[in-house]
């Protein structure tokens, strides 16, 4: 039932077009306009659904909490795309930026927001786990990315490292880290998100997620599948206080605060574009103040 109405929402311009000429009267063509645009917003992608369910249904094995210094004042690292196995140059940044994560000793643990592997190959998975377990000793917290659900990604991610979707904490600090690597959020995922902000609206809250639901920056094809989804995320966001969003994708980094949130993008790990230099992102928190400081390396 959901994979027509998809198809419907890619052909919608098209089919508009041809329905103007064919509709005898306005009224025929907004009714059925209506009826395409709603379905539009109904639909949820199964593989995005299959996600979210296993990683929710207790079959997979939950993140442990950072045992942070308990003073509510830590710093953790957060990178972009890695995209482990594309070329030698890309493992070399990688274990550039990972030695020097490592040899922060204020870091207590790091968020990689997606991408983390080219294209979700299985030895490619193993590389990146061989790889952190070498070079750092500091609890690593994956976010899903479009590269990963790759060739069965999902699968070799999942045996990896476990959940998509999932909730850990450090010292007073929750982070709810979201699957984006469909660059839409299922209603069900939304439901979750929900949930999670609605009990944690009063503590320090950052969210996670490797499609950016919005910058400043320009290219807008990088965003969410959906308007309305990026719109009704980042009013959750705002409506239950979160402080700080964390998006990856994009291969550059942006700063951007929209009403009390904090939207930053980060992922000029793999690739340099727009002169960008290769970085990654040391972010303190004190209380309920939080400082991010870009790092930026050479290979
Ligand atoms: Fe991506």
């Given amino acids: 039932m959901e994979l027509p109405a998809k198809l419907a929402c890619l052909g919608y311009s098209f089919i508009s077009s041809k329905m103007k000429e064919m ?25 995005d659904v299959k996600r979210f369910n296993e990683s929710t249904d207790g079959s997979l094995s ?26 030698d140059t890309t493992e070399l940044i990688n274990r550039t930026g990972l030695s020097l994560i490592n040899a922060d000793s204020d870091i207590d643990f790091m968020v990689g927001l997606g991408d983390l592997t080219n294209s979700g190959r299985n030895h490619q998975y193993a590389g990146l786990k061989a790889t952190i377990d070498e070079l750092t000793s500091i609890p690593f917290y994956p976010v899903l990315g479009n590269h990963d659900v790759w060739f069965n990604g999902w699968d070799n991610f999942k045996q990896t490292f476990g959940r998509s979707v999932y909730t850990f904490t450090a010292d007073h600090v929750t982070f709810i880290v979201v699957d984006s690597a469909s660059s839409t959020m299922n209603k069900g995922q939304f439901e979750w998100l929900r949930d999670r902000l609605i009990e944690n609206r009063d503590n320090v809250t950052i969210v996670a997620t ?19 989804q990026s719109y009704n995320f980042m009013q959750l966001c705002n409506q239950y206080n979160v402080d700080l969003v964390l998006q ?22 793999n690739t340099d574009i727009d002169g960008d230099t290769y970085h990654y992102l040391k972010i303190g928190v004190n209380g309920s103040g939080i400082t991010v400081t870009k790092v930026d390396f050479s290979i």
């Fill in 62 to 87: 939950n993140a442990s909490n950072v045992d942070a210094p308990g003073t509510n004042d830590f710093h953790f690292a957060v990178f972009g795309d890695s995209h482990h196995g594309l070329d």
């Fill in 210 to 228: 490797h499609v950016p639901v919005y910058t400043g920056l320009s290219g807008h094809y990088l965003l969410w599948d959906d308007p309305e």
């Fill in 248 to 269: 990856g994708h994009y291969h550059e980094f942006d700063d951007l605060t929209i009403g009390n949130v904090r939207f930053i993008v980060t992922g000029n790990w």
């Fill in 23 to 47: 509709a005898k009267g306005l009224g025929f063509f907004v009714v059925i306009s209506a009826l395409i645009l709603g379905a539009c917003t109904l639909f949820d992608f199964p593989q």
